[in-house]
């Protein structure tokens, strides 16, 4: 049984946040949004030799609509908190979906 689900929630087109939803506890709930930033879908990435389910790190592709540029968005797992970015070269399409290539890996 998972505890912590890692998702994105839209409140309106212009209001669009990246949610780590606690199944056990909705009053340890973890929100991040900002101003005309535009996340898509998240990735959670376990620490290697991690005890704790959420001890790792969220990764995301995130549109600036201010600098009008995409970044790649690193949060903590368990604290929800930035822990860097880094804009990308290009922009990624706002609806950017993962894929998964099985004979790449």
Not at 47 to 74: C, H, M, N, W
Not at 78 to 87: A, D, H, V
């Amino acid at each position: 049984k998972n505890r912590f689900a890692y998702g994105w929630i839209s409140i309106d087109y212009w209001k669009q946040t990246l949610l780590k939803k606690d199944l056990e506890n909705s009053l340890n709930d973890k929100t991040w949004s900002r101003p005309s930033h535009y996340p898509g879908e998240v990735f959670f990435i376990p620490r290697p030799g991690a005890e704790d389910e959420d001890d790792g790190v969220v990764v995301t592709i995130v549109f600036d609509g201010t600098k009008k540029q995409s970044y790649l968005l690193l949060l903590d797992g368990q604290t929800f908190s930035e822990l860097n970015w880094s804009y990308l070269p290009h922009n990624v399409p706002f609806s950017f979906h993962g894929n998964w290539f099985p004979e790449l890996y």
